[in-house]
């Protein structure tokens, strides 16, 4: 199952909500909007810096991230990013491929 590394950093209203429910709470809303694409959260660490949240989640494909992303960034409380991790095995695949290319000007 593809794994996507989320960054996320929370609004004003984002924050507020955190205030009043907590990690603990925010973590259970996390896997409840993962498995609701049949996905797992593997691990949430909140965080000081340019961003708040880092999450490593597995969701079946790259269109059942999108719908994630998209309603959890609808709210207005979140803004995020997410980044699709590879294994290492998929580099040794992508090693192994063999592609056809002509640099600009050769």
């Not at 593809?2 to 209203?13: D, G, N, R």
Request: aromatic residues 6%.
């Amino acid at each position: 199952m593809p794994k996507y590394l989320v960054q996320a950093s929370y609004t004003a209203a984002g924050t507020k909500g955190l205030l009043a429910e907590g990690g603990t709470g925010r973590r259970a809303a996390v896997e409840e909007v993962v498995a609701s694409c049949g996905g797992t959260l593997k691990s949430m660490y909140f965080a000081l810096g340019e961003d708040d949240l880092y999450c490593v989640i597995d969701l079946p494909d790259d269109v059942s991230m999108v719908a994630t992303a998209m309603t959890v960034r609808a709210t207005g409380a979140v803004q995020s990013k997410a980044v699709r991790l590879l294994t290492p095995e998929d580099i040794d695949a992508a090693a192994r491929k063999t592609v056809d290319f002509r640099p600009p000007g050769a």
